[in-house]
């Protein structure tokens, strides 16, 4: 089945600093990837929608100097969290999907950011 | 964009009993129609999903229904399990553009022994 890896699963580090989030698709080529953020309790929320080769749809009332996404490949998206603060604690999940009618999206493993 | 309401929010029943949870949507444009199951801390996961072309999908103890004209699909349970409680998130996608889902808010399902 088609597997998507997200590294790393956990990130601890003080504010100011930038974290960078990889997705990639291991068995499948995506062209577009998605990446949502979960607050304890709560739904996924969608933050942006990555497309190889071409820049990343916000979704409203998300900061895209803050969230910078880079799709260089059909198999790779990163997401970057520039000057991270404790604010944006939560946890970050991405997916992708194959392209075509009713094809699922398939889920990496998430990564816990925790900012002191 | 699409809004979606998902009932319940919680929902406990007897270990062996049925559990059902309903997502309504508002884009009749959406074509495909997902369940997920979230444990604490993991990814969701993908247990069922059905097209707008088909009315009922059943996968031994889980089944989706779907009523493309009132728009609403429910998650059917039975002879629950105490390995079936988790969160549970119905999902739609629309039916253009990036076929992104918008998640509903999700159904807490406790299974009691």
């Known amino acids: 089945g088609a597997v998507v890896s997200q590294h790393p699963s956990r990130v601890i580090c003080k504010s100011g600093t930038s974290v960078k989030i990889e997705c990639r698709s291991l068995?499948?080529?995506?062209?577009?990837m998605f990446w949502y953020r979960q607050f304890p309790k709560q739904s996924l929320m969608l933050m942006a929608t990555?497309?190889?080769?071409?820049?990343?749809?916000?979704e409203q009332g998300v900061e895209k100097d803050k969230f910078l996404i880079n799709h260089a490949s059909l198999t790779l998206s990163t997401l970057t969290v520039t000057s991270a603060h404790p604010e944006d604690s939560s946890f970050y999940i991405c997916?992708?999907?194959?392209?075509?009618?009713?094809?699922?999206?398939?889920f990496g493993d998430g990564t816990r950011l925790s900012i002191l | 964009g699409e809004n979606v309401e998902q009932h319940p929010s919680t929902l406990s029943v007897q270990e062996g009993d049925s559990a059902v949870i309903k997502c309504t949507y508002s884009?009749?444009?959406?074509?495909?129609f997902p369940w997920y199951k979230q444990e604490l801390g993991k990814r969701p996961q993908l247990i069922i999903d059905?097209?707008?072309?088909?009315g009922e999908k059943k996968d031994q103890r889980i089944a989706v229904t779907l009523n493309k004209t009132a728009k609403h699909f429910s998650l059917h349970i039975t002879e629950t399990q105490p390995e079936d409680s988790a969160v549970y998130f119905c999902?739609?996608?629309?039916?253009?553009?990036?076929?992104?889902?918008?998640f509903g808010k999700g159904t807490k399902l406790s299974v009691i022994p």
């Open positions: 997916s992708a999907r194959v392209t075509g009618f009713g094809q699922p999206q398939h």
């Open positions: 068995d499948f080529q995506a062209t577009t």
């Open positions: 990555s497309n190889e080769g071409s820049k990343a749809t916000y």
């Open positions: 884009d009749s444009a959406s074509n495909y």
């Open positions: 059905i097209r707008s072309n088909v």
């Open positions: 999902a739609p996608q629309s039916g253009a553009g990036s076929y992104q889902l918008t």
